[in-house]
């Protein structure tokens, strides 16, 4: 039937009225998975304390292009941000410097094509976290390193990816029990670890290590000197206080 309607020999008025169809069940499945992710997060958040969080971000404009403006945080926007009456506790990111990172996934005789994607790791204090950490630790000489992935990243994968490939989509468990190959290139050399993922974050749109793994490959492959965070995580206890 979607062939028929297609067809570029078929009726412009049943052409016309089936794109114009399509637009609307495209915008009404974003919008359904948009308010899913929205009640999902607000039914299972498992933040221990009232605390609401938010992440703080500067605009980027022409001049950030042009590299006359940057979208870091000095230590005086820290310390401002801190006095502040609606913040309960903060946190800048802390991510990769002089770090590049490839993330390689093959599954033999699998269903799924082969992948491969640059990528980037941060990292944030546990008690940020919003999901189950048990598995939450590196220490040096591991190979394996867990791994906390945004639900967006897992969305974005079924919902945009995976259709267009007319590739199988994943659930959390799959996922979860894959080892990724992850090809670290730095100033200093390169090496490689294996991921996994232990866990899937609402609260953090971002590629979570460990602190202590994310410290160990600046200072043995990138740069070791403190760069200044992009981002910064809020607790409030009021998102919605006007001061914000």
């Known amino acids: 039937m979607i062939e028929k309607a297609f067809k570029p020999s078929g009726n412009k008025k049943t052409l016309v009225l089936s794109s114009i169809g399509t637009v609307i ?36 404009t022409t ?33 990769g410097s002089g770090i590049e990172v490839m ?15 640059l990528a980037f790791f941060e990292s944030v204090p546990d008690h940020f976290i919003d999901v189950e950490t048990k598995d939450w630790n590196w220490k040096k000489g591991d190979q394996e390193v867990p791994i906390i992935l945004p639900n967006t990243f897992l969305d974005a994968y ?9 590739a199988p989509q994943a659930s959390k468990s799959l996922i979860s029990g894959i080892k990724f190959k992850l090809r670290i290139k730095g100033y200093k050399g390169n090496t490689i670890f294996y991921g996994r993922v232990v ?45 914000i």
């Open 103 to 117: 993330v390689i996934m093959s599954l033999e005789g699998g269903n799924f094509p082969p992948f491969s994607t």
């Open 63 to 95: 001049l950030n292009t042009m590299g006359i403006k940057s979208s870091s945080f000095t230590k005086e926007d820290i310390e401002d941000l801190k006095a502040q009456s609606f913040v309960s506790e903060l946190a800048p990111f802390k991510s």
């Open 25 to 60: 069940g495209l915008c009404l499945l974003l919008i359904a998975t948009q308010v899913y992710t929205d009640v999902n997060f607000a039914i299972n958040d498992n933040s221990n304390n009232n605390d609401q969080y938010l992440v703080i971000k500067k605009k980027i």
């Open 158 to 166: 079924n919902y945009g990816i995976a259709p267009s490939m007319g």
């Open 199 to 243: 866990n899937f974050s609402d609260r953090v749109n971002s590629i979570l290590v460990p602190d202590n793994f994310l410290s160990y490959l600046n200072k043995d492959y990138g740069n070791e000197e403190t760069t200044l965070p992009s981002r910064i995580i809020v607790a409030t206890a009021n998102k919605s206080n006007p001061a």
